[in-house]
């Protein structure tokens, strides 16, 4: 009897610690939810791409308070339309900070409106992650932590990168013509800064004995792209590195596919990856940038799994076209923002600005990108995360480095090809 | 020269899609008094519903025009009406149809997102395609946008000079009152007007659907020049807007081809500001209306 007696007291023991268990997540956000503050480009010419980083963040942030969100706290994520302007930007961080009082920070999309962000997060000592931001060489404010990782000297980096990968193929272009975007971060990519030492696309080509045929810069919001495709064809180098951002890539391609005119290899620096893809063989064997792709080992990532299961529903709810409901660079960097600042917070154990910041410097932070390090001698940034991708037989797969190659995949490029 | 040539005829070709969106511009400012910043929006909206009737049934943009033009000719005619019985015109219709341009904004964003759209190229595979004279191509749609701008603003022209309903409404752009006393009913023909300004945004939604990448806010890379291409073709002069459509899209081109396309937007609103000081009504002047 007394047996029986041990095992239903043993019974309803398990039953009570499963019942607090289950609900230990809901318990535990108990309490004035934590306030992360942000903006994004709802609307303007970045409201394209910067969709992407909402749904990514409205996903994450689900599932965080779904978790038992911070802190034993739930999170609140306020998200302002900065309207794709910079100013605008500026002028809502300061009313996030001074008038809502928002706990924490998450940056905006875009270079300009991160660096505009970003002086006024400085201003208050306020940690500062970010997703997308490229003028490496402007940021020294010490708790800014990028998640998109491409080194202090991407204009050097970065295209080095990708000329290995078309080295690698043994038959690399001898002409090259660059035809980029007048935003900041694409001519620094394209032509380098002032501040350090001489790189972007044109001059680290010369470096490797690439001869620069052409050379063309144009403004966001150029409508006819025909005279520009002419000029292409016309130089008709062995490589085309453009610098675009959005839908740029698709508006030259197909100008240059109506004067019958197929390079032999192109680059498309930041592309919305969908509509490239919607073009099917036209273009076929384009290249870009990536810091994360559907496939191993970046699925091997800390957090990676999931955050492709969850994107993937969330995008499809969202309305966005199929194309979009992959996760590529864009949603990799959104997600690792946010993965920062969580860790900080956990890792520091409190909302405490320095604390946090000071956490991040010193631990870096596993994300689904890979290891973040933040060197302040590199104005937070490290290592050069960049990969190279590829649209390979109507996807994008990852060619270059080859240990982070999809299974089999290699560049694929010809200077010689007809 | 072969690059010269060929950006001529680009220029010229992307000149049709300037002057068919501000032919309803025009007519709207120059007859009604409207400056009708909604009529870009209501271009998207359409190149918006042409994305979605061809993705959808996988058949030729061009056949949604069945459903658009109607539709929209309702559309117009409805936002003219709304016009009309609260007397807005001048600056006031200025503000007014600021409101209605995010409205439709706002209604595009809800609908597509503001993620990038584009029709596939197995649907109009012709978007990428061209007619070729020797060396040159004319790209196939934008020959069908300068044909259809041909058409729409030769055809207004001799609807609003040939016929009595044009007469009539240009009567009312020179003095309502006595155009009334003389049995004008100006409040149908503003309708119909409407009706029409729907119309042209209907058809020049449908090759912006062929020929661009849409987002919601697109029309922000067309206000400023279609605003030159109105002034500078005189207001209310449909064949002045295709005109003036043609010199801009020339001028921009070969800006672009030669010196750099950075540089096209000062070469368009230099060329404005030389007219505006020079020929104040518009290279064209307001021949339609005056």
């Not at chain 1, 192109?266 to 036209?282: I, K, R």
């Not at chain 2, 596939?120 to 004319?138: C, M, Q, T």
């Not at chain 2, 020339?250 to 800006?255: G, I, K």
Request: aromatic residues 12%; glycine residues 10%.
């Amino acid at each position: 009897m007394q047996v029986n007696n041990m095992k239903v007291k043993v019974f309803s023991l398990i039953l009570v610690l499963l019942l607090l268990l289950s609900v230990m997540p809901a318990m535990a956000q108990e309490g004035d939810p934590i306030v992360v503050g942000g903006t994004l480009s709802l609307t303007g010419f970045l409201s394209p791409t910067a969709t992407l980083h909402h749904v990514a963040g409205q996903a994450f942030v689900a599932n965080l308070n779904e978790n038992g969100g911070l802190l034993g706290r739930p999170v609140e994520w306020i998200v302002l339309d900065d309207e794709s302007s910079a100013d605008n930007a500026a002028a809502l961080y300061e009313r996030l900070i001074t008038e809502d009082e928002v706990d924490l920070l998450m940056g905006p999309y875009g270079t300009g409106n991160i660096t505009a962000a970003m002086n006024v997060a400085a201003r208050y000592g306020m940690v500062f992650p970010h997703h997308t931001a490229s003028l490496t060489y402007v940021y020294d404010y010490e708790y800014h932590f990028p998640a998109w990782h491409i080194g202090l000297n991407t204009h050097i980096t970065t295209n080095n990168i990708l000329y290995d990968a078309l080295e690698s193929t043994g038959t690399p272009p001898g002409t090259i013509a660059i035809v980029t975007n007048q935003f900041p971060g694409a001519m620094n990519l394209a032509f380098g800064n002032d501040v350090l030492e001489p790189g972007g696309a044109a001059h680290m080509a010369e470096e490797r004995g690439w001869e620069v045929v052409l050379e063309v810069e144009f403004p966001s919001g150029t409508t006819d792209y025909g005279p520009i495709a002419a000029q292409v064809r016309d130089a008709d180098p062995d490589f085309l590195w453009v610098g675009s951002l959005g839908a740029d890539g698709v508006n030259l391609i197909e100008a240059m596919e109506a004067l019958d005119y197929h390079p032999r290899g192109q680059f498309y620096l930041w592309p919305t990856p969908g509509p490239l893809l919607d073009l099917g063989e036209v273009a076929e064997g384009a290249f870009s940038v990536t810091l994360f792709e559907e496939h191993e080992p970046f699925l091997s990532n800390i957090g990676a799994i999931d955050m492709v299961e969850l994107y993937h529903a969330a995008a499809e709810e969202a309305g966005l076209p199929p194309s979009s409901q992959i996760v590529d660079v864009q949603v990799a960097a959104s997600w690792s923002a946010w993965q920062t600042l969580v860790a900080g917070v956990e890792g520091a154990g409190s909302l405490d600005q320095d604390e946090i910041g000071q956490w991040l410097l010193e631990n870096g932070v596993d994300t689904v990108i890979g290891h973040l390090a933040f060197d302040p001698e590199q104005n937070n940034f490290s290592e050069d995360l960049t990969r190279i991708k590829q649209i390979q037989d109507g996807k994008w797969v990852v060619v270059w480095p080859a240990e982070f190659a999809a299974p089999d995949a290699v560049p694929i490029y010809s200077a010689d090809a007809e | 020269m072969q690059l010269f040539i060929q950006s001529l005829l680009s220029g010229i070709l992307i000149g049709g899609l300037y002057g068919i969106i501000a032919v309803g511009m025009t007519l709207n400012w120059g007859i009604m008094r409207v400056i009708n910043l909604a009529h870009f929006s209501l271009t998207f909206l359409a190149a918006y519903i042409t994305y979605q009737f061809s993705t959808v049934t996988g058949a030729d943009p061009f056949l949604s025009l069945f459903i658009t033009l109607p539709l929209f000719f309702v559309i117009g005619l409805v936002m003219q009406w709304f016009f009309e019985t609260f007397q807005i015109e001048g600056f006031v219709s200025l503000l007014v149809t600021f409101g209605l341009f995010a409205i439709f904004e706002s209604i595009m964003r809800e609908i597509w997102t503001a993620d990038l759209r584009t029709l596939p190229l197995d649907i109009v595979p012709y978007r990428v395609e061209s007619f070729w004279i020797g060396p040159y191509a004319l790209r196939k749609p934008q020959v069908g946008v300068f044909v259809a701008a041909i058409i729409v603003s030769a055809a207004t022209w001799v609807f609003l000079n040939r016929t009595y309903i044009g007469k009539a409404l240009r009567a009312i752009s020179q003095d309502r009152v006595v155009a009334g006393a003389f049995g004008v009913n100006h409040r149908q023909l503003a309708l119909l007007l409407g009706g029409m300004m729907g119309v042209y945004a209907a058809i020049a939604g449908a090759f912006i659907a062929v020929l661009f990448v849409l987002r919601p806010d697109g029309t922000v890379d067309f206000i400023g020049v279609i605003f030159a291409v109105v002034m500078l073709g005189g207001l209310g002069n449909t064949v002045g807007a295709f005109g003036a459509g043609v010199i801009i899209g020339v001028a921009q081109s070969l800006t672009s081809a030669t010196i750099g396309p950075g540089f096209s937007p000062l070469v368009t609103f230099s060329l404005l500001i030389l007219v505006l000081l020079f020929k104040p009504e518009g290279l064209f002047g307001r021949s339609a209306t005056s």
